[in-house]
């Protein structure tokens, strides 16, 4: 997928494919995090409740754009990437394909929270380089 160092496959499920008969908007969602989980882990065992510095992620931003109808059975390729970092946060985002037809874009605003202090904090140095390094090389 170009312009995605990170894909991963996704057959659609049942549990995905809504009232319509295709993909519910709230499973695209699902996909988006299922992509940015395996993201995280690839870059050095991160996961959406450490990524370092003692402090998990917060999602307090989505935006989805869907371009086709998706469904049950459909073999999905996802990408992801970490476009723009700052102090305390940084944006992901997400495309699905099948057989090279955009399905469905989005965006998310991702900020480094401490869940036991409940506030946010600057990203850990260490994570920061990893996203570099992969995304720019």
Do not use: W
């Amino acid at each position: 997928m170009q312009g995605f160092n990170f894909t991963m496959p996704y057959v659609v499920r049942v549990v995905d494919v809504n009232y319509g008969a295709h993909v519910a908007n709230s499973a695209v969602l699902n996909f988006f995090q299922d992509v940015r989980i395996a993201y995280l882990k690839s870059l050095g065992g991160y996961s959406e409740m450490d990524i370092g510095n003692e402090c998990g992620i917060i999602l307090p931003e989505a935006h989805v754009k869907y371009l086709a109808e998706m469904f049950l059975g459909d073999d999905l390729v996802i990408g992801a990437r970490i476009t723009s970092v700052s102090r305390s946060s940084f944006t992901m985002k997400y495309r699905i394909e099948r057989n090279g037809e955009v399905t469905a874009e989005g965006e998310t605003v991702l900020v480094c929270f401490d869940y036991e202090k409940r506030k946010a904090r600057r990203l850990d140095v260490k994570f920061r380089n990893k996203v570099e390094i992969f995304e720019v090389g």
